[in-house]
């Protein structure tokens, strides 16, 4: 380290540290509080967007539950794609459009979900709802392609299940006996599997 006999050799050592590096100390200072700043800032816009969001997604579902109209709900998910409420929204929506016999929007609402939704397990629901909805539509290639995007083991019963049903409407009737008895195996207290799976020999008789 230098070493300096007198203070005078001390000052004249720091203002030529300082007219060497004081602007680019300054600078960097200035950089680091502006990015904490402005990290802070984003934070907090962050937050005032997910309440305001949680607070226009309970009006939505509120207004949906007393005029039993999609509206509201459409409404908010075009407002409101990039958060997590869109998807609940949109699984609403679907379930309100196929009660109502409306397919097609409810597999557009469906689709929506497994889009733009984040969470893997929401995109995996909205798969299996969608596959129902493509079965009752007897889209039945496609209904198998959605099933084959769930992966989630908690869901293994209602995708052997559902498979099932694609197979028996394709008269395929070994393959769907083959997916209902993997179904009962997963989920042993379920009658209506073991009713489909009854049924089997009848259906194929005709």
């Known amino acids: 380290m230098e070493q300096f006999a007198t203070e005078e050799q001390q000052v004249e050592a720091i203002k030529r540290f300082w007219?060497?590096?004081?602007?680019?100390?300054?600078?960097?200072?200035?950089?680091?509080?502006?990015?904490?700043?402005?990290?802070?800032?984003?934070?907090?816009?962050?937050?005032?967007?997910?309440?305001?969001?949680?607070?226009?997604?309970?009006?939505?579902?509120?207004?949906?539950?007393?005029e039993?109209?999609?509206?509201?709900?459409?409404?908010?998910?075009?407002?409101?794609?990039?958060?997590?409420?869109?998807?609940?929204?949109?699984?609403?929506?679907?379930?309100k459009a196929a009660d109502s016999g409306d397919l097609d929007t409810a597999a557009s609402h469906l689709n929506e979900v497994i889009t733009f939704a984040e969470n893997e397990q929401m995109k995996e629901l909205a798969s299996l709802r969608l596959a129902r909805v493509q079965i009752e539509m007897n889209q039945l290639d496609a209904a198998l392609s959605t099933l084959g995007n769930v992966s989630n083991d908690a869901f293994s019963a209602e995708v052997s299940e559902l498979e099932g049903d694609v197979y028996q409407q394709?008269?395929?009737?070994?393959?769907?006996?083959?997916?209902?008895?993997?179904?009962?195996?997963?989920?042993?207290?379920?009658?209506?599997?073991?009713?489909?799976?009854?049924?089997?020999?009848?259906?194929a008789a005709q």
Do not use: C
Not at 72 to 92: C, H, M, P, R, V
Not at 171 to 200: G, H, I, T, V, W
């Open 68 to 95: 039993g109209s999609s509206a509201s709900l459409k409404s908010f998910i075009e407002e409101n794609k990039d958060t997590g409420y869109a998807s609940i929204a949109n699984l609403l929506a679907a379930k």
């Open 170 to 203: 394709q008269d395929k009737f070994d393959d769907a006996r083959l997916a209902y008895s993997s179904a009962l195996e997963k989920n042993a207290n379920n009658p209506l599997l073991q009713m489909k799976l009854d049924n089997l020999a009848v259906a």
């Open 19 to 66: 007219k060497e590096h004081g602007t680019a100390i300054i600078v960097g200072a200035a950089l680091g509080l502006g990015g904490l700043f402005g990290w802070r800032q984003y934070s907090d816009m962050q937050i005032e967007s997910k309440e305001a969001a949680s607070v226009a997604y309970q009006s939505a579902v509120e207004t949906f539950a007393e």
